[in-house]
Structure formats: C-alpha cells, structure tokens
C-alpha cells in the first residue's frame, strides 16, 4: 500500500500570500496518477489537479500542481479569501487502488 | 448538470447494517465507474470501494471488506452500499463519487454525503 504523508498539517497564510503544499509518497506513483482536492466545511471535496500538474475544469489558473514519483507539491499563487480549506492529496496505484493523504489545512493567520 | 445524491445514512446499533443509495442524473452513469468513499468526523478521506461499470470487477478497501457491499443498476441510474456488521469506527459521511475514467482515475464528481452513525 502506498501512504501519503502531507506537509505541513496546517499553513497559516494572510490573503494574497503563496502557498506551497507537499505531498510524499511512501512508493513511486506510478504514471503521475496523483490528484489534489479541496474540501471546505460542510462539502464534498472537489478535483483540483490531476495527473500531478494538469487542473481540472474550472480550476482558476493560481492553482498548480508539480512533481513526479514520490514528491508532489500545490502551490496557490496567490490566497484569495475563498482558498482558505483543507487539501488533501490522492493517488491512484494497486491494492488498495486509491489512497488519500491525511490533508494540509490552510487558514487564515 | 452532473449530480450525485446519497441517502440511506442514519443511526444505527454496532452489529446493524444499512443499505446506501446514491441517485446519478446528468451523465451516462452506465459508462463510468463509481465509487464510495467515506470521512469521521473531523478526519480524512477514505476510499470505501469502487465498482466498474458493467460490475465486472469490485474492489473494497481492507477495512470493510468482508461486511460491505457495492452494487449498481443502471437501469435506474444507482448506486448502492450494503454494510452490515457495522462498528463505531464506520461511523462517517459517505460519499458516492464518479470516477473520471479509465486512464483517469480521480473523483470527478461527488455527492454532497450522507452520515452513517454507529453507537449503542
């Protein structure tokens, strides 16, 4: 089983500041099959990134994902208020074919 | 418009069971995969299961398999979740989720959940 490890558990950022989120593998993911999600209070998450850098439909361009193999990062290039969430990685291998990491909270310092 | 809409939660006795139903509109929901995917209270994401689309193959994460069933009718657009056995540590929102396709496999879709209390 592959497990994630995400970095740091919690980010305290002010609006319009960068923030750098990582994700680590305990195994290689193979073919990059590595997602990013937002979740905020009360929803379901929703797809940011997939294919570790690729973003999904809708997804505002200050979001982007990078890395390969066991080191994945988001980054947000710019905290607008509604950016203030937990983001959880997810990846995509065999037995068990998907795995979640535990989350990074992003809040507002 | 894609939607994914879970009912069937509610509180249950550990050893009881519950029958989860997820009701797909706005796609072909016979083309896709789909899947469950379950969070406690204040925790993480955990994939449940998944199955294909003609139910060919299933898959149940370790810690439910053995008391949880997935199954699907396409006829009528649903997804379901049989859990049986149930313990205080499946208590959790659960989320029927689309799975994107096959060289995708990321949750495109999700419904908004449905909470599943176990306790005494």
């Known amino acids: 089983e592959i497990v994630l490890t995400q970095s740091p558990g919690t980010l305290s950022l002010s609006p319009g500041e960068r923030a750098t989120l990582s994700c680590r593998a305990s195994?290689?993911?193979?073919?990059?099959?590595l997602a990013w999600y937002q979740q905020k209070p009360g929803q379901a998450p929703r797809l940011l990134i997939y294919?570790?850098?690729s973003r999904a439909t809708g997804i505002p361009d200050r979001f982007s994902g990078s890395g390969s193999g066991t080191d994945f990062t988001l980054s947000i290039s710019r905290l607008e208020p509604e950016d203030f969430a937990v983001y959880y990685c997810?990846?995509?291998?065999?037995?068990?074919?998907?795995?979640f990491g535990p989350g990074t909270k992003v809040d507002v310092k | 418009e894609v939607q994914l809409v879970e009912s069937g939660g509610g509180l249950v006795k550990p050893g009881g069971s519950l029958r989860l139903s997820c009701a797909a509109s706005?796609?072909?929901?016979?083309?896709?995969?789909m899947n469950w995917v379950r969070q406690a209270p204040g925790k993480g994401l955990e994939w449940v299961s998944s199955?294909?689309?003609?139910?060919?193959?299933?898959h149940y994460a370790d810690s439910v398999k053995g008391r949880f069933t997935i199954s699907r009718d396409n006829a009528k657009n649903s997804l379901y979740l049989q859990m049986n056995s149930l313990r205080a540590e499946d208590t959790a929102v659960y989320y029927c989720?689309?799975?994107?396709?096959?060289?995708?496999?990321?949750?495109?879709?999700w419904g908004q959940g449905t909470l599943v209390t176990v306790s005494s």
């Open positions: 989720a689309r799975e994107w396709g096959l060289l995708l496999p990321y949750f495109d879709y």
């Open positions: 706005g796609f072909t929901f016979s083309g896709y995969t």
């Open positions: 199955i294909t689309s003609s139910s060919s193959y299933i």
């Open positions: 195994q290689t993911v193979s073919s990059n099959y």
């Open positions: 294919g570790a850098s």
């Open positions: 997810q990846q995509y291998g065999s037995s068990p074919p998907f795995t």
